[in-house]
């Protein structure tokens, strides 16, 4: 699509969104073309927070299922629509309810924490959910005495573990755009541009690595924490390690400064499913809504609140 062809579709989105009374909400790796006609774009936890503060009866999600899920959990008054029911998520397929209840039977009294990428009903068989952004917190606040089970993200958990000095029992899972960015990747950025502040997401399959680095000029952070770091640092080059959406909202907020990807292959092709013709198709013809059965919804709640309620 050209230029034209994408700003007139864009006023058309924006149209109807105000028509609809709708919010959009738009996660940090969304086509940028997407995240340009968002009310907010941002990370997990944020897009949580902006769907539990919306004055709007209809929220439409641009992200993946299970983000669409969590905003319609949080908000059952509300109608979410995602434009695309199919936009998975590789990390929240890789555990479901009956292999978490199988596991949590397994270590009786133990305390589950899950990373917010899951199903709506692996986060009914949850204590705590958690984003990147609040993880360490989430496990910083549970006893010391309690064992715990900490799910799907293995990397998440293997650097949760290093930086809490907790034991977690942790599930096998990955994210396979995360799992991807490789310890070589880096390793060639810290010889190749030693001048670059080193952004990395601790999903990806490096994070634990990079700790063991110890310079300070590599940073472990959620993709909210990557945009705060950059606009406030006087330094002007940085490497980013996650998916490579996010660096379309860095140049936005930090003009002027230099972001390049650790890994040009780091694209989620579900995030990249949600395309601006369909979210006119959703907002014109008010489809694919998400709703989660209310017992399920109920007992998620209860999680995805203590996460919402730890900053
Ligand atoms: S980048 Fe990975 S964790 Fe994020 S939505 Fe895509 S598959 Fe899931």
Redesign the pocket.
């Known amino acids: 699509m050209n230029t034209f062809a994408v700003a007139t579709l864009q006023e058309e989105v924006r149209g109807l969104a105000r028509e609809r009374g709708a919010v959009i909400l738009a996660h940090n790796?969304q086509l940028p073309e997407v995240q340009d006609i968002a009310d907010y774009v941002g990370d997990s936890l944020g897009l949580s927070h902006q769907a539990q503060a919306t004055d709007a009866d209809t929220i439409v999600f641009c992200g993946?299922h299970f983000m669409a899920e969590t905003a319609a959990i949080l908000c059952p008054d509300k109608t979410v629509l995602i434009p695309d029911p199919d936009a998975g998520?590789?990390?929240?397929a890789s555990i479901t309810a009956e292999q978490l209840r199988h596991w949590k039977s397994q270590h009786p009294g133990a305390v589950v924490v899950s990373y917010v990428?899951t199903t709506a009903e692996v986060k009914a068989e949850s204590d705590y959910c958690c984003t990147s952004g609040n993880a360490r917190a989430v496990i910083e606040a549970i006893p010391a005495d309690h064992q715990i089970l900490f799910l799907p993200d293995m990397f998440l958990g293997v650097w949760l573990e290093r930086v809490t000095g907790r034991k977690l029992t942790i599930w096998l899972g990955e994210?396979?755009?995360?799992a991807g960015i490789r310890p070589a990747d880096i390793q060639l950025w810290q010889t190749e541009a030693p001048d670059a502040e080193l952004l990395v997401h601790p999903?990806c399959g490096c994070a634990s690595q990079c700790m063991a680095f110890g310079n300070d000029r590599t940073h472990i952070l959620s993709t909210e924490q990557m945009v705060r770091f950059a606009t406030q640092s006087p330094k002007q080059r940085f490497l980013v390690a996650t998916?490579i959406g996010i660096l379309h909202r860095l140049n936005q907020e930090a003009p002027g400064k230099t972001f390049e990807a650790v890994s040009e292959n780091a694209i989620?092709k579900?995030?990249k499913m949600i395309t601006l013709e369909k979210v006119r198709d959703t907002l014109r013809d008010g489809k694919h809504e998400v709703s989660v059965d209310k017992d399920i919804a109920d007992r998620a709640r209860l999680a995805i609140e203590r996460m919402v309620a730890i900053a």
């Open positions: 790796y993946v998520c590789s990390l929240a990428n994210c396979h755009v995360h999903e998916e989620c579900y995030m």
